[in-house]
Every structure is written in structure tokens, then in C-alpha cells.
């Protein structure tokens, strides 16, 4: 195969590459947005949790309402709350992850 072939080669494989590349970063973009949506809906989520524990906890202290059904909503709002964090662990793992694609596209020694 002469230079003029293998040039024609490279310019259809890079063009394949190409391709692959941009339908791979927008999906990577996709599933960052998707990722920053969910990482945004935790800390909401979080500081939700936070409140109305508050809320019950203070009406435990007032002697306003049932106590076992106060006591069994907080329960409840804990168990959801370590359910949340466990979220947001797997959602720290993303971010280095993407983080991590970010410096692999970096890498691209080009020119």
C-alpha cells in the first residue's frame, strides 16, 4: 500500500474516531447533568430531612402530640436521611469520575 492509501486510511479511521468521541462526551455530558441535577436534590433533600427532625424534635420537647408516633416519624426521617448520605457517597464517586475523564481528555497530545 503506497502513502496516498494509508493517508486515505488514517483520515477514514480518525473521521470513525472522531465520531465515536462526540457521541461519547455528549453522552458524558448527559450524565453529568443528570449527575449535578441529583448531587443539587441531595443537599436539598439533606437540609429537608434536617428541618423536620427539628420540627419533631421540638414538638417531643413541648409535650405537643403523640411521642410514639413523633418518635417513629423521626426513626423514619433518619433511616431516610442514611439513605440520602448513601446517595451522595455514590455521587462523590461520580465527581472523581468525571473528574477523572476530564484529565483522560486532557491527555489528547495533539500538535
Known sequence: MNDYENLKNILADVKIVKKELE???AKTNELYQTFEDMNFD?????EEIDDMIE???????EGE????????EIEELQ?????VEEAV???????E????????TDELDIG
Open 42 to 46: 441531595c443537599d436539598d433533600e439533606l
Open 79 to 83: 433511616e431516610k436521611r442514611k439513605l
Open 97 to 104: 469520575e468525571f473528574e477523572s475523564i476530564a484529565d483522560i
Open 65 to 72: 402530640g403523640d411521642a410514639g408516633e413523633i418518635n417513629k
Open 55 to 61: 420540627e419533631l424534635q421540638d414538638d417531643l420537647d
Open 23 to 25: 457521541e461519547k462526551i
Open 89 to 95: 457517597d455514590i455521587l462523590e464517586e461520580l465527581q
